[in-house]
């Protein structure tokens, strides 16, 4: 009998095909947003997560307040200085500290030119093993350039091919960063952070030369004893850097971050994209299920008399019911089906896209199977739902009227 009535409905949506595929546009172009949209933020959300999962909890972070986006401290106007670094370590409880500068820089291979970060090693072979350790760097080839070895560099692991330089990158390689020649000593291995996998590492004492730097730092790494006093800590260093800049609580150009305070503002974020990823998803599903019900009325008012007709050799209320609900289902998960198909490739062009021409793994699609069956279901409920009313309308008509209807 469920057979009878798919076969019908399906016969139906055939018979009126124009006016059927319009009507499944607008679930068509919603189930796109839904799965492009939200597969690009799980990815984000991932790859931001991965970012920050390399962070200790017995570290913290100083940076200068700046306005624009990027790593720490990169917007900065005024960058801080050794006497800062002086401050810091004067504070108890803080045993280590590493100041780190970033940059964007161009950078030019195989006669393809493009802006990457370039971010400083520390010029302590200790400072950089330190590094190395604390965010459980390893080298896939190569090795880490001595402190005293100048003009050599490391690269992630996204610089080693499909690149966006039409040439794999090996050690040995010779790239060109600000009009420098600067020999590839190791390449990393693959890690969860994208800062690693896309960012050029090399000596202080280069990048203090190469961009003409003196005595300022993008931002410091601080290592603290006791884990358990980071906070405590953070407390301290802030209130000694305040003083030393006469400056207010609340007044401050300048933040200490811990690792907690870190994560709490990168999730408050990413739900703030979702939800707004997921009302862009409502607001194009409302209109594809409207126009799911504008359409069954239509077809209710042009199949008066057929309606009539079955009435009249034994169809039931619940019986033209259930046509009219398959077919506004269906009618929902068939354009479900052509919109998954539209999201994924859309997802995909844009992490393309991202890759090959940004030079960024952020925007990787992730197509995990409950969002593909979640749409899928979801638009055969929605186009279902959108044609209760009209298949309520339909099952009510007194066949006697039916039959008169012009």
């Known amino acids: 009998m469920i057979q009878d009535y798919f076969s019908l409905a399906l016969s139906n949506l055939r018979h009126r095909g124009i006016r059927s595929w319009l009507t499944m546009l607008g ?47 990169i917007g900065s106007v005024k960058k ?23 940059r ?69 390689s010779s790239l060109e960063i600000q009009g420098k020649k600067f020999e590839v000593s190791g ?27 003196k005595n300022e730092f993008d931002f410091i790494v601080v290592q603290v004893r006791d884990r358990d006093r980071v906070e405590e800590v953070a ?20 933040s200490v971050q811990t690792p907690l305070q870190a994560i709490g503002t990168v999730n408050t974020i990413l739900n703030i994209i979702t939800a707004f990823l997921f009302s862009i998803a409502a607001i194009s599903l409302l209109v594809g299920g409207i126009g799911i019900a504008n359409t069954m009325f239509t077809s209710v008012l042009e199949r008066t ?3 009539g007709t079955m009435k009249a050799v034994g169809a039931q209320n619940k019986d033209i019911l259930l046509i009219f609900l398959i077919e506004s289902g269906l009618l929902g998960l068939i354009g479900g089906i052509f919109g998954v198909i539209l999201g994924i490739a859309v997802s995909k062009t844009i992490e393309y896209i991202a890759i090959t021409q940004l030079a960024t793994t ?3 699609a992730a197509l995990p199977p409950y969002l593909i069956i979640g749409c899928l279901l979801f638009a055969f409920l929605a186009g279902s739902i959108s044609g209760i009313w009209p298949a309520w309308r339909a099952s009510k008509l007194k066949a006697v009227d039916a039959l008169r209807y012009e």
């Open 235 to 254: 407390s301290e260093i802030a209130r000694k850097l305040r003083d030393d800049r006469n400056q207010k609580l609340g007044e401050e150009d300048f």
């Open 305 to 307: 008399r057929e309606i």
């Open 187 to 213: 390449i990393l291995k693959k890690t969860s952070s994208f800062q690693f996998n896309r960012a050029i590492f090399m000596l202080e004492e280069d990048m203090n030369d190469l961009f003409s730097l």
């Open 80 to 102: 801080l200085t050794d006497n800062d670094i002086k401050i810091i370590e004067s504070v108890s409880g803080v045993e280590r500290t590493i100041a780190r500068i970033l």
């Open 362 to 364: 952020l925007l990787k």
């Open 104 to 172: 964007t820089a161009k950078v030019n291979y195989n006669e393809i030119t493009r802006f990457e970060f370039i971010g400083s090693l520390p010029q302590k072979q200790e400072d950089i093993d330190y590094i190395y350790d604390s965010f459980s760097l390893e080298f896939e080839s190569g090795k880490s350039p001595l402190s005293s070895e100048r003009g050599k560099i490391v690269i992630g692991n996204d610089f080693k091919e499909d690149n966006g330089f039409d040439k794999d990158i090996r050690p040995g």
């Open 27 to 73: 679930i068509f172009i919603g189930i796109a947003a839904v799965v492009s949209l939200i597969s690009l933020g799980q990815g984000l959300e991932t790859a931001i997560t991965g970012q920050f999962s390399t962070l200790s909890t017995d570290r913290l972070v100083v940076q200068n307040d700046g306005g624009s986006f990027g790593p720490p401290g």
